[in-house]
């Protein structure tokens, strides 16, 4: 007899479905070394048999891999591989990667280019400058809360303020191990990035460090992605941020201009429709 599928079926696979994601994106944030699965349940709020099924379906696909040594689980080669069949969420990523590189040079400091994704943000290039001491805070493809860098700061300070709230706290629980801000410290932060149109973070991530950071001009006012310069702090003092902000906006413009997103964005949804 043909198996007839029903309402509760299709919801029990939406859940399944639904919980699988959120487990990828939590092992994506933990990186190479992977994570135990007691701290998987804690993030998610999984019960242990559950995370422990959803995982097992993952290894099976290939798109998980769990240490024999250590027994924590981290991404599998099987997403290397759907990922290299994907659309770049870029599509003129050279041309932009060119741009970053560009302000890198001018600045002579360390560039990030990162973009939005779900409540975190992705750090999509990183462009080292020429002077000798580095700030590298953030590698190629680490993952981390959106309001644990100061890239992220400004993409929240461009969304309405409840939106913004919502992710700040959803980001949270996350932050002690990303950075050095309180939840409070993120939403003063964001607050000021509101009033100035960019974002300056004095420590805020790593001791030491300064970055100040901009978002690029998005579709709808609502940008996906943001640059960051970030250097030893005493590379940036208070009297070089808004030069650094200068630079910043308009490399941001030519990102926008080179992705089509600036013209959206003047437009607004009005003249869109």
Same mark, same amino acid.
Request: proline fraction near 6%; glycine fraction near 8%.
């Given at each position: 007899?043909?198996? &007839? ?27 190479? $070394?992977?994570?135990? =699965? ?20 993952? #290894? ?5 891999? #769990?240490?024999? &040594?250590?027994?924590?689980?981290? +991404?599998?080669? $099987?997403?290397? /591989? ?18 970053? /590189? ?30 000798? =001491? ?13 309001? @644990? ?9 461009? +969304? ?31 607050? &000021? @990035? ?6 300056? %973070?004095?420590?805020?991530?790593? /001791? ?8 690029? !001009?998005?579709?709808?006012?609502? !940008? ?6 970030? @250097? ?34 003047? #437009? %607004? ?5």
């Amino acid at each position: 007899m043909k198996h &007839e599928t029903t309402d509760t079926d299709s919801t029990a696979g939406a859940q399944t479905v639904d919980r699988a994601c959120e487990l990828l994106r939590e092992i994506a944030r933990t990186g190479v $070394g992977g994570v135990r =699965i007691l701290d998987l349940c804690h993030a998610t709020g999984l019960s242990r048999p559950t995370a422990h099924r959803i995982l097992r379906s993952l #290894q099976l696909a290939g798109l998980v891999r #769990q240490s024999p &040594e250590t027994r924590r689980y981290a +991404l599998g080669s $099987g997403l290397f /591989e759907l990922g290299m069949a994907a659309p770049n969420p870029v599509a003129q990523f050279p041309q932009v990667r060119s741009v970053v /590189e560009e302000l890198a040079a001018a600045t002579e400091d360390t560039v990030y280019l990162m973009l939005r994704s779900h409540d975190d943000v992705l750090c999509l290039w990183r462009a080292q400058g020429a002077y000798p =001491i580095k700030a590298n805070v953030v590698a190629l493809g680490d993952r981390r809360p959106i309001g @644990a860098s100061v890239a992220g700061l400004c993409l929240l300070a461009a +969304l309405p303020e409840a939106e913004s709230n919502g992710l700040i706290a959803a980001n949270s629980p996350y932050l002690p191990e990303f950075c050095r801000m309180t939840p409070e410290d993120v939403a003063r932060h964001v607050g &000021e @990035a509101r009033d100035k149109g960019y974002s300056v %973070g004095v420590n805020a991530v790593m /001791e030491g460090v300064t970055a100040v950071g901009m978002a690029v !001009p998005g579709s709808y006012q609502r !940008p996906c992605m943001a640059l960051s310069v970030s @250097a030893i702090s005493s590379r940036i003092p208070p009297g070089r941020i808004p030069a650094l902000a200068v630079q910043l906006r308009r490399s941001a413009a030519k990102i926008a201009a080179i992705t089509g997103s600036d013209s959206a964005a003047r #437009q %607004g949804p009005a003249a869109k429709a």
